[in-house]
């Protein structure tokens, strides 16, 4: 999910906080995070806003590029088609019994 404007801000300024407030926790500072960025000027935050919309097209395009798979990765899958492969070889197939057939063939072929 695309970071919104608040949270590109807070990444950037949470050591700044934790050094005012060495004592909070996770929760409080996200809540003297929000507090502190509803005081900065509406130009300051849409600054943000855009830095944030930006991102998120630069991600977008980044999903949308297909991803090759590493050699290691690679490897793996053909060991694991090999493993299948070897796994379908060792099974043989059950003649269908006669009367089996006849059923199927009278089914498939049954006219109304």
Same mark, same amino acid.
């Given at each position: 999910?695309?970071?919104?404007?608040?949270?590109?801000?807070?990444?950037?300024?949470?050591?700044?906080?934790?050094?005012?407030?060495? +004592?909070?926790? !996770?929760?409080?500072?996200?809540? =003297?995070?929000? %507090?502190?960025?509803?005081? $900065? #000027?509406?130009?300051?935050?849409?600054?943000?806003?855009?830095?944030?919309?930006?991102?998120?097209?630069?991600?977008?395009?980044?999903?949308?590029?297909?991803?090759?798979?590493?050699? +290691?990765?690679? !490897?793996?899958?053909?060991?694991? =088609?090999?493993? %299948?492969?070897?796994?379908? $070889? #060792?099974?043989?197939?059950?003649?269908?019994?006669?009367?089996?057939?006849?059923?199927?063939?009278?089914?498939?072929?049954?006219?109304?």
């Amino acid at each position: 999910r695309p970071k919104t404007g608040f949270q590109m801000w807070l990444e950037e300024n949470r050591a700044n906080i934790l050094t005012d407030n060495p +004592d909070l926790n !996770e929760a409080e500072v996200i809540k =003297e995070g929000m %507090s502190r960025f509803r005081v $900065l #000027s509406a130009e300051e935050r849409m600054v943000w806003t855009e830095k944030a919309k930006r991102g998120a097209v630069n991600d977008l395009t980044e999903d949308k590029k297909r991803k090759r798979p590493t050699a +290691d990765e690679d !490897e793996v899958k053909k060991n694991q =088609e090999q493993k %299948s492969e070897d796994s379908n $070889l #060792s099974k043989k197939p059950k003649p269908l019994e006669q009367s089996t057939n006849v059923r199927l063939s009278a089914f498939a072929f049954k006219q109304s």
